[in-house]
């Protein structure tokens, strides 16, 4: 069985968020402050959890990736995670994080089945660091180093490249990774929420960046294992791949091929959009797994085409952390 939307696009990757907190604050994801979390009695449970990726996983869906927020906050991830590498026709867990907590996780997790990571590191200079997260670079690199020692691979780090914030470190992002063995993949910024929309003054299109590293590099085209939207190249000479997404200059909702669920059991259809459904009061009311099968099914044909943060910049109003990444 396939799950496909309107549009004939398989729907195959669920992108799964355990908790709308974090332990950061960046200043393009949370304002300084912000309160206004969902209450833990909406949070889903984990029994909860399984029997919607077991109803996803029923209908193709393979890949499924821990999101947040920053999942390892939710406490008991490994615990979930295991429980979700075990239902069949899940073949491939990841992991997104800022690693801030991952030294002391990285173990459990790999033994738990989570084979990949995708890690946010906008910079490599801690000051500049802190003015982004409010948080310590020092505990992600202790987190990175940990994940390496436990044989995750590939690791990919995730840059948001912000003009006149981060944008001059685009080339030394480039060397770290050549140096330490990871992936990187730049990302333009999303009006999402407030603070998405505040920092669009810091909007970079990405082909200024792909331009400013051909001068530099020699780049040929690449692929990268991921259900994901990013566009790689190879740094040629290294093992270095560097994937490129770009949701505002070029992009790529003809090919989507994901969801998104919230904490609370929102099924998110587009991240650009307020297309949504309510699982969990389904959930609650003793749904079977057939009438679940059913009510995703059903989900699917209201995912739209594309998202819209091109045409209505004011739209959606939720933060990126609610969403699930």
Same mark, same amino acid.
């Given at each position: 069985?396939?799950?496909?939307?309107? %549009?004939?696009?398989?729907?195959?990757? *669920?992108? *799964?968020? &355990?908790?709308?907190?974090?332990?950061?604050?960046?200043?393009?994801?949370?304002?300084?402050?912000?309160?206004?979390?969902?209450?833990?009695?909406?949070?889903?449970?984990?029994?909860?959890?399984?029997?919607?990726?077991?109803?996803?996983?029923?209908?193709?869906?393979?890949?499924?990736?821990?999101?947040?927020?920053?999942?390892?906050?939710?406490?008991?991830?490994?615990?979930?995670?295991?429980?979700?590498?075990?239902?069949?026709?899940?073949?491939? *867990?990841?992991?997104?994080?800022?690693?801030?907590?991952?030294?002391?996780?990285?173990?459990?997790? #790999?033994?738990?089945? &989570?084979?990949?990571?995708?890690?946010?590191?906008?910079?490599?200079?801690?000051?500049?660091?802190?003015?982004?997260?409010?948080?310590?670079?020092?505990?992600?690199?202790?987190?990175?180093?940990?994940?390496?020692?436990?044989?995750?691979? @590939?690791?990919?780090?995730?840059?948001?490249?912000?003009?006149?914030?981060?944008?001059?470190?685009?080339?030394?992002?480039?060397?770290?990774?050549?140096?330490?063995?990871?992936?990187?993949?730049?990302?333009?910024?999303?009006?999402?929420?407030?603070?998405?929309?505040?920092?669009?003054?810091?909007?970079?299109?990405?082909?200024?960046?792909?331009?400013?590293?051909?001068?530099? %590099?020699?780049?040929?085209?690449?692929?990268?294992?991921?259900?994901?939207?990013? #566009?790689?190249?190879?740094?040629?000479?290294?093992?270095?791949?560097?994937?490129?997404?770009? @949701?505002?200059?070029?992009? %790529?909702?003809?090919?989507?091929?994901?969801?998104?669920?919230?904490?609370?059991?929102?099924?998110?259809?587009?991240?650009?959009?307020?297309?949504?459904?309510?699982?969990?009061?389904?959930?609650?009311?003793?749904?079977?797994?057939?009438?679940?099968?059913?009510? *995703?099914?059903?989900?699917?044909?209201?995912?739209?085409?594309?998202?819209?943060?091109?045409?209505?910049?004011?739209? @959606?109003?939720?933060?990126?952390?609610?969403?699930?990444?």
């Amino acid at each position: 069985m396939q799950l496909t939307d309107s %549009f004939g696009r398989h729907i195959d990757y *669920l992108r *799964l968020s &355990v908790t709308d907190r974090c332990d950061l604050r960046c200043f393009y994801c949370l304002p300084q402050g912000y309160t206004g979390f969902e209450v833990p009695e909406h949070w889903l449970s984990f029994d909860e959890t399984a029997r919607i990726v077991a109803a996803f996983a029923a209908m193709g869906v393979q890949r499924l990736r821990l999101t947040g927020g920053e999942p390892l906050v939710r406490k008991g991830l490994p615990d979930l995670a295991a429980q979700l590498a075990a239902i069949p026709g899940i073949e491939d *867990l990841s992991l997104s994080t800022n690693a801030v907590q991952l030294a002391r996780h990285a173990a459990a997790l #790999k033994q738990a089945g &989570v084979s990949r990571l995708n890690i946010s590191l906008d910079s490599i200079t801690p000051e500049r660091f802190r003015h982004i997260t409010g948080g310590p670079l020092e505990k992600v690199l202790r987190g990175l180093a940990a994940a390496k020692d436990e044989g995750f691979s @590939p690791i990919k780090l995730n840059m948001v490249v912000m003009k006149e914030v981060n944008d001059d470190e685009v080339e030394a992002m480039v060397q770290f990774c050549i140096e330490h063995g990871y992936t990187l993949r730049f990302i333009e910024t999303m009006p999402m929420g407030d603070t998405g929309r505040d920092a669009a003054d810091h909007y970079l299109d990405l082909r200024v960046v792909r331009e400013r590293l051909e001068r530099r %590099f020699s780049l040929v085209d690449a692929v990268m294992p991921g259900g994901g939207p990013a #566009k790689y190249v190879q740094v040629a000479g290294t093992d270095l791949k560097l994937g490129f997404i770009t @949701p505002i200059s070029q992009h %790529f909702c003809d090919t989507c091929n994901r969801v998104r669920l919230g904490v609370d059991g929102t099924l998110f259809l587009c991240l650009g959009q307020d297309h949504s459904v309510e699982l969990r009061p389904h959930l609650r009311q003793g749904i079977s797994h057939d009438g679940l099968v059913n009510l *995703l099914t059903d989900a699917i044909a209201f995912k739209p085409f594309k998202h819209s943060f091109n045409e209505t910049p004011d739209k @959606p109003l939720r933060f990126m952390s609610q969403t699930g990444g």
